[in-house]
């Protein structure tokens, strides 16, 4: 028959896999960033080809143009509500002060 472990044994078996599983954690996590690196670095474009790059096959100008479009529409009617709301202020606060 086998003897049951004292407590003290449970708690430093306890202790002992809390430290493995630590260990454990900081590999994968060392690990992970270095895939991470790897990764990042790999789709990198080396220094010397920076020049051969050319920005307008990458970047659609029509798409973002339209993007500040729509900003800029909207932008516009935010000001102009906002205003509104700035003048009525001011009108109703001399009608207070009339009164």
Known sequence: MTDKPTYEELEQRVKKLEQENLELKNTLTIDAKKCIKVDIESEMIPEEHLNDVDLQSIINSDAIQSIMDDFHGSAKHV?????????????????????
Not at 79 to 99: Q, R, T
Request: aromatic fraction near 20%; hydrophobic fraction near 60%; avoid cysteine.
């Open 79 to 99: 000001v102009m509500a906002l205003k509104l709301l700035i003048y009525n202020y001011l009108f109703l606060k001399d009608m207070m002060y009339e009164l």
